[in-house]
C-alpha cells in the first residue's frame, strides 16, 4: 500500500509505515519520504529563498530522519517530528550563510499614516513576491511565525536571539511586505 500525505496524517497509518521503518523496509521509508518531502521542501524553499539551497537542505534533513527513526516515540507526531528536523537543517544552512538577527529591546516600526490597504491588490503572488524580497533574517522570523507557526518564545530559543529581538523582526517583516506591495501597487 503506497502512503500519501493524507492518509499518512493518519496516527494509525503512520504509526504503521514508521515501525516498518524501524525495522528497515526500504519501501516504507520511501513512503514517508513520499508523504512528507513535498510539504518539507516547501518549507527549505521559503526559508532558505534558494532552490538548490532548498534541495539540499531537504536532503540532508531526511537523511537525518533515516538515522534517527528509531528515536521517534510512539506517543509523537510523526509530521511535527519531520518537520522540526526540517526546520533546524534549514536554520544550519542559514547560518553557514551568515544570516543575523539585530538585536533589539523595543519595537519601533514606523508606519505610514494614511495608507487605504483597500486600494491594494492583495494577491498571493504579490505577497510572495514581497516576502521573497524580504532581507533573510526578517523572512526567516517571518515564515517561522505564520507559516511554520512557531510561538515568538520558540522562535527565540532556535535562533539565539531575545523574543523582544523576534517581534521586531516579525513587526518589520510585516512592514516591510506592506510597502513592497504598495509600491508593487504604485508602479502599476
Not at 536532503?59 to 522540526?84: C, G
Amino acid at each position: 500500500m503506497k502512503a500519501s500525505a493524507t492518509n499518512l496524517n493518519q496516527t494509525q497509518i503512520a504509526e504503521n509505515v514508521v515501525e516498518r521503518c524501524k525495522k528497515g523496509d526500504v519501501r516504507a521509508f520511501r513512503e514517508l519520504y513520499d508523504a512528507y518531502a513535498a510539504a518539507m521542501y516547501n518549507i527549505c524553499l521559503r526559508m532558505t529563498n534558494n532552490v538548490s539551497d532548498a534541495e539540499d537542505t531537504l536532503q540532508e534533513a531526511f537523511i537525518q530522519v533515516h538515522k534517527n527513526i528509531n528515536k521517534l516515540e510512539r506517543d509523537h507526531s510523526v509530521s511535527a517530528w519531520i518537520k522540526r528536523i526540517v526546520v533546524n537543517h534549514c536554520l544550519n544552512t542559514l547560518r553557514k550563510k551568515k544570516v543575523y538577527f539585530e538585536d533589539v529591546d523595543e519595537v519601533e516600526v514606523m508606519t505610514e499614516d494614511g495608507i487605504d490597504e483597500a486600494q491594494f491588490t492583495w494577491t498571493v503572488a504579490a505577497v510572495k513576491s514581497a516576502i521573497h524580497g524580504l532581507p533573510q533574517g526578517y523572512r526567516t522570523v517571518l515564515n517561522l511565525y505564520l507559516f511554520e507557526e512557531y510561538s515568538h518564545r520558540e522562535i527565540a530559543e532556535m535562533l539565539g536571539i531575545t523574543e523582544s529581538t523576534v517581534k521586531t523582526q516579525y513587526m518589520r517583516a510585516k512592514e516591510k511586505v506592506r510597502q513592497i506591495v504598495k509600491q508593487q501597487n504604485v508602479t502599476r
